[in-house]
């Protein structure tokens, strides 16, 4: 039985792990539970799933559940307690769902004390690609796609050689705002953003998607989990979100994975491979599907994808940086302190104000998120004033 760690518990891919652990408890054992400050649903989590530790991240959330919690599982809090479940000597997997770049150092954590990694923090890599892999490769550690698209490619390569791959092409759905104009999106809400056509995400990769950020974050994961050249990666618009990802090789076949758009499909694949299980999730019914069409994403009127491109192809620093600036900035509209469009400025203003450093180490990765991260808070003050 595979023991399973699971950072990030209460968020949309954590709800939806446990989802499919609690469909296969003949394959999987939770050891343990982490999330930030949602205090009540993990101690349901807890009642049900009874893993060893649970942590919330938040001091106040965990004195408040550890003052009413008298059960088996021991409440550990902050980063050191993230840091020490994540290395659980009996844990096999540890499935990383925290959001943005505080997912880096428990994923490291878990891969330098020998954990298998269920990825579904794309942070991770992009802010560390290179040191994560090899770290990986190091400790002999499998990282296993969770993305619906990475986890698409990863099954299209299957049985295939990395070196016939002419093509890696990642899917978008388009987000909320497809087809629109920069008129139209003056204006639009946080509440407009997070009314996604297809998938039911987190509010945070939710605003991701609408400025096409997630699909650019993609574009880098896929550089560092695949081993491909930017050159190598191409992004095409489809609505439906049927096709999750496609592998064009060097004969010119093209090979896709299909399904509905559904998370635990991969969740599932990711914990279960090389093994498939049976599922009770709905079947997509092709007699049913009217039409699968196709586009070219516009970085036009949405600009993050260009951007985060242009930070991959420089490498070093840069991809941290984006990745820092745009955090900042997203939790910045979601506070109502800037417009949508001001996402990729902010995105923008701090990548021109970065100097990069090349053959970086660890430090050098979190002395570029903290300077991003400051750069991008003065973008934000500025455009406030406006």
């Keep these: ?31 343990v539970l982490a999330a930030y400050q949602s205090e009540q649903l993990l101690a349901e989590q807890i009642e049900y799933f009874k893993p060893k530790f649970a942590v919330l991240i938040d001091k106040q959330a965990a004195d408040r559940m550890a003052a009413r919690y008298h059960g088996p599982t021991k409440i550990l809090t902050g980063e050191e307690g993230l840091l020490e479940a994540a290395t659980f000597q009996q844990t096999d997997t540890v499935l ?12 490291i954590a878990a891969i330098k004390a020998g954990k298998n990694i269920a990825l579904a923090n794309k942070e991770t890599l992009v802010a560390a690609g290179e040191f ?3 770290l990986a490769k190091e400790h002999n ?34 987000g909320p705002f497809r087809g629109r104009t920069i008129d139209e999106l003056e204006n639009v809400t946080v509440e ?26 993609e574009v880098i994961e896929a550089k560092w989990l695949f081993g491909v050249d930017y050159e190598q990666i191409d992004v095409c618009v489809h609505p439906q979100s049927i096709i999750h990802s496609m592998v064009e090789f060097i004969d010119g076949s093209v090979m896709a994975q299909l399904g509905l758009p559904d998370m635990r499909l991969p969740i599932q694949y990711a914990l279960s491979y090389p093994e498939r299980l049976p599922t009770s999730f709905p079947r997509l019914d092709f007699k049913a599907l009217s039409a699968l069409t196709f586009d070219v994403p516009d970085t036009v009127n949405f600009p993050a994808l260009k951007l985060a491109y242009d930070a991959g192809k420089k490498g070093g620093t840069m991809p941290c940086v984006f990745n820092a600036a745009n955090e900042v900035a997203v939790y910045a509209f979601l506070n109502n302190e800037i417009r949508f469009l001001d996402i990729p400025k902010v995105i923008a203003n701090t990548m021109e104000s970065h100097t990069i450093v090349h053959n970086i180490d660890l430090d050098q990765i979190y002395i570029a998120d903290t300077w991003a991260r400051r750069c991008a808070l003065t973008a934000v003050a500025d455009f406030r004033k406006r």
């Design 1 to 31: 039985m595979q023991q399973i760690a699971v950072l990030g518990s209460t968020g949309s891919i954590g709800t939806q792990a446990l989802d499919v652990i609690a469909a296969n408890t003949d394959k999987y054992k939770i050891t």
């Design 96 to 107: 990383t769902s925290l959001v943005g770049f505080a997912g880096l150092k428990p994923t």
């Design 132 to 134: 994560v892999m090899a």
């Design 141 to 174: 550690v499998s990282i296993y796609p969770v993305d619906s698209e990475h986890c698409a490619v990863f099954q299209c390569l299957q049985g295939e050689s990395k070196r016939q791959i002419a093509r890696i092409i990642l899917t978008a759905s388009g």
């Design 192 to 217: 407009d953003c997070l009314r996604h056509p297809n998938w039911s995400m987190g509010r945070k990769i939710t605003i991701d998607s609408a400025t096409l950020a997630n699909k650019g974050l």
